[in-house]
C-alpha cells in the first residue's frame, strides 16, 4: 500500500506533486495469478487533479508492476471492473507496464 500512498500525496512521502487525486482510498490490493488486483474508491474517477489520465492510470500501474510479482493490474472503482473515469476512460483491462511515460533523468 505504501507505494500508492505516495502517489496519492502522503505527507510520508517525498514527492513533488501527487498523480492520483488525494482522497482517494485503497479499498483492496491483492495478487493472485500474476495480476495485481486494487480497488480505489469513486475519488479516484473524479479526477479532480491537472494531470493526464494515462499519467494518472500508470503511475499506478508502473508502482505497482515494479513492487509487486504481477505482470498485470487491474484497477476496479468500488469493486467495478467496468468503471470509467471522468473523461470516460475505461478501467476494463488489464494494464501492462508503460515505459513511455518514465522520465529519465539526463
Do not use: H, W
Not at 74 to 101: H, P, R, V, W
Amino acid at each position: 500500500y505504501e507505494i500508492l500512498r505516495c502517489l496519492v500525496g502522503s505527507e510520508m512521502c517525498i514527492r513533488d506533486s501527487p498523480t492520483i487525486p488525494q482522497n482517494t482510498d485503497i479499498l483492496g490490493i491483492e495478487v493472485s495469478d500474476n495480476v495485481c488486483y486494487v480497488d480505489f474508491s469513486s475519488a479516484f474517477s473524479d479526477s479532480g487533479i491537472d494531470i493526464p489520465v494515462n499519467t494518472m492510470i500508470y503511475s499506478v500501474v508502473n508502482s505497482l508492476l515494479d513492487t509487486t510479482s504481477a505482470d498485470k493490474v487491474q484497477i476496479s472503482i468500488e469493486g467495478d471492473t467496468e468503471a470509467k473515469l471522468s473523461d470516460g476512460t475505461s478501467l476494463y483491462s488489464l494494464f501492462s507496464k508503460n515505459t513511455d511515460l518514465i522520465l529519465k533523468e539526463n
